[in-house]
C-alpha cells in the first residue's frame, strides 16, 4: 500500500496532490485561477438609485471579456448587482427572479422589500461551503422599492460573502476598485457640490463613468470606461415607478460625446 500524501486540509489541494484538475491552476500556486467579476456600485440621486457597473471580467491576470453585465433586473421594482464569481452570482438572479415571480403570480402582489433583502441573504448562507474554500465567493448589492411606506422610495443594501445584510445611506460598492469608487463618493457626499443625493441624472451618469474612470486607472481588474472608443457601463435607475436602462448612447449623450 502506498504511503498517503499529506495535503493541506480542502478538496482543492487533495485534487492537486493527485494531479487532478477541478480548475485550471496557476504554475506553482495552490489556489484555483477563477473568473470574478468587479466592479459594481449603487447610489442615491434625486429621483432614485443609479446602479451601474464595469463589464470587465478576470481569472488572475488574465481578462476574460470586457462584455459582462454586471447589473441584473429581478423584477419590475429590484435590482441586482454582482461582485465576486459570475458562475454563482448569475445562479443566485435565477433563483431570485423565479422565486419573485412565482410570489406575483401565485399571491396576485409584489413580494416585500424585506422579504427580498432576506431571500438574498439565504442563498448568499446556502452557498457558505464555497465561499469557505473560496471558489464560490459572491459580495452582490442590492436595491429595491419599498411599498410599505408611503411615499414608496427605493433603496439599496449591501452583503458580506456570509449574508449579513446592511442598509446602505446615500451610496455603497463592491467588488476590486470600491475602495477608490467609495473614497470618491464619500469625499463628493460630504464636500462635493452638488452632493450625489442632489444630483440630476444626467449628472449621475457623469458622475458614474467618471467613477469608473478613475477606479480603472488604479485597479486593473476594473474594465474602464472609454467615450472617444464607444466603451461604457452598465448602468440602471430604479425609481419609485420601476426599472429603466440607460444604454450606451444615451451615456454618449450624457457625456457630450
Known amino acids: 500500500m502506498n504511503d498517503p500524501v499529506p495535503v493541506a486540509g480542502d478538496f482543492l489541494s487533495l485534487l492537486a496532490s493527485r494531479h487532478i484538475s477541478a480548475m485550471h491552476f496557476e504554475p506553482n500556486a495552490g489556489a484555483p485561477v477563477q473568473t470574478q467579476a468587479t466592479t459594481v456600485f449603487a447610489l442615491q440621486f434625486a429621483d432614485g438609485i443609479l446602479m451601474a457597473g464595469d463589464r470587465r471580467a478576470t481569472a488572475g491576470n488574465v481578462i ?31 433563483v431570485l427572479q423565479t ?8 399571491q396576485l402582489q409584489m413580494l416585500s422589500l424585506p422579504a427580498k433583502v432576506r431571500a438574498l441573504a439565504r442563498l448568499l ?28 422610495k427605493p433603496e439599496i443594501f449591501f452583503y458580506d460573502p456570509l449574508g449579513a445584510q446592511f442598509r446602505a445611506v446615500g451610496f455603497c460598492a463592491s467588488g476590486s476598485g470600491s475602495t477608490t469608487i467609495r473614497s470618491i463618493l464619500s469625499y463628493q457626499d460630504r464636500f462635493g457640490k452638488p452632493r450625489p443625493s442632489e444630483m440630476s441624472l444626467r449628472e449621475a451618469v457623469q458622475f458614474a463613468l467618471r467613477l469608473l474612470m478613475v477606479a480603472a486607472e488604479f485597479d486593473s481588474a476594473t474594465g474602464g470606461v472609454n467615450p472617444s472608443a464607444q466603451s461604457f457601463a452598465t448602468l ?7 426599472v429603466r436602462t ?3 448612447d444615451q451615456q454618449a449623450e450624457f457625456v457630450g460625446q
Open 64 to 94: 476574460v471579456t470586457d462584455q459582462i453585465d454586471k447589473v441584473i433586473e429581478l423584477d419590475a421594482t429590484s435590482l441586482l448587482a454582482i461582485a465576486g464569481v459570475p458562475a454563482m452570482a448569475f445562479e443566485m438572479a435565477r
Open 99 to 106: 422565486s419573485f415571480e412565482y410570489y406575483r403570480r401565485s
Open 125 to 152: 448562507r446556502e452557498n457558505l461551503p464555497m465561499t469557505m474554500q473560496g471558489i464560490g465567493v459572491v459580495m452582490p448589492l442590492f436595491a429595491g422599492v419599498d411599498h410599505g411606506v408611503s411615499p414608496a
Open 236 to 242: 440602471k435607475v430604479l425609481e419609485s415607478t420601476g
Open 246 to 248: 440607460i444604454g450606451a
